[in-house]
């Protein structure tokens, strides 16, 4: 995936898309999205045999879109971070299906998750450091991904659509978890490479 991200990444400083300076933070997004990549296709089989679509395209793009930006917990192997990533993705439809929030219930979440997801964006792993241009970057696309899930949720509401309004929830909730795991597991993988 590396690899390919890399050639990726070359072609379109070649064709003269982004500048060089942003070569890190295109690298990096586009090996996060070949992975998730993988982890979609899978997920998407799984979500046609539940007959889950519909909430598995907006589970799928909210999380897709912050993940890639804001960050969050990154496992050491592409294995083991496919195999969570499905896991976390069909767990959080069958919980949306089987629980669904109360309309102010879900704001309170998404409210307090879309503050803290943005505050603490974008998480970084021991892999890849990011400085401080890519963390400005991330910064701010993380921003305008909010602003958008945001108006997409209070659309929903709007119409009465509680049921997506509470998988909004629990996606944003997965989301900011997923983030301060980073965060835990960065500032100790960082505080043993000192020790080293």
């Not at 409210?111 to 021991?126: D, G, M, T, Y």
């Not at 949720?153 to 944003?172: E, M, Q, R």
């Not at 993988?189 to 020790?195: P, Q």
Request: charged share 15%; net charge positive.
């Amino acid at each position: 995936m590396k690899r390919l991200s890399e050639k990726l990444t070359g072609y379109i400083i070649k064709t003269g898309t982004v500048s060089e300076e942003l070569y890190a933070v295109y690298q990096y997004g586009f090996q996060i999205g070949l992975e998730m990549l993988c982890c979609f296709v899978i997920c998407l089989s799984i979500a046609i045999y539940l007959h889950m679509i519909p909430e598995f395209i907006i589970f799928t793009g909210i999380f897709m879109l912050l993940r890639t930006y804001a960050g969050g917990v990154h496992l050491n192997s592409f294995l083991a971070c496919l195999i969570c990533s499905v896991t976390v993705q069909n767990l959080i439809l069958f919980i949306g299906s089987k629980w669904i929030l109360s309309t102010v219930t879900a704001w309170v979440i998404i409210l307090i998750s879309i503050s803290l997801i943005w505050k603490c964006a974008p998480v970084e792993n021991v892999n890849r450091e990011l400085d401080s241009n890519e963390k400005e970057h991330c910064k701010k696309v993380t921003m305008r991904i909010l602003i958008g899930v945001f108006s997409f949720t209070f659309i929903c509401t709007l119409c009465g659509v509680d049921k997506i309004v509470s998988l909004v929830a629990w996606t944003v909730l997965v989301i900011l978890i997923s983030q301060y795991i980073g965060v835990v597991k960065y500032k100790i993988e960082k505080s043993n490479d000192r020790r080293e």
